[in-house]
């Protein structure tokens, strides 16, 4: 939380022979580097290193980069498994009530009458709306990220306060 950098996705292999690289898009979108002039790429245990956007495009589910610098495959096979990321400073505000994924990852969350479910783990992408994955001692739940199931997010609390609906609890227990 309060990281000065968003998670964009990670490098999962080289493209090509000319240094271009596979992004896999965390649920962030990496539209966002389409528009932007440079990245961060960090490697496990590595410092960040910034880069000059050349050129974003979709492939699929992925994302093509060339970045400036990045010529050969030899050059790319090098940064797979880099983490892509972008300074927050540079990320667009968004609108009130929105939050970027990578903010919401590590929220408790509680319910309205401060039973503790556990820890926003992950979210999934339905088309409809995300579903928030949230990790407790010895369960899961699968929360729809909508207005009626959460009530407040609280950044600087890392909580997320949601309303169970009827058989919610029951229902997504794994």
């Keep these: 939380m309060g990281l000065s ?23 962030d979108s990496i539209v966002m580097a389409a528009g932007l002039s440079t990245v961060c790429l960090k490697g496990a245990g590595s410092d960040l290193v910034e880069y000059t956007v050349e050129q974003v495009r979709q492939a699929g589910s992925a994302w093509i980069l060339r970045l400036r ?7 790319a096979e090098r940064l797979v498994g880099c983490e892509l990321l972008l300074p927050r400073s540079a990320a667009p505000i968004l609108p009130e009530g929105t939050y970027y994924q990578a903010d919401l ?17 992950g979210i999934l992408e339905t ?17 729809p990220a909508t207005r009626e199931v959460v009530r407040t997010v609280d950044l600087a609390r ?3 306060l949601v309303r169970l609906l009827e058989g919610m609890i029951e229902a997504e227990a794994v």
């Excluded at 950098?5 to 596979?22: D, F, P, Q, R, Y």
């Excluded at 610098?69 to 050059?75: P, R």
């Excluded at 088309?127 to 929360?143: F, K, Q």
């Design 158 to 160: 890392e909580i997320m």
């Design 105 to 121: 990852i590590g929220l408790r969350v509680v319910t309205e009458e401060g039973r503790k479910l556990g820890r926003i783990v």
């Design 127 to 143: 088309g409809a709306n995300d579903v928030y994955v949230v990790h407790g001692e010895g369960s899961e739940w699968l929360l």
């Design 5 to 27: 950098h968003l998670v964009l996705g990670k490098i999962s292999k080289a493209w090509g022979l000319k240094g271009e690289l596979k992004v896999q898009s965390c649920a």
């Design 69 to 75: 610098g990045v010529q050969t495959i030899e050059q």
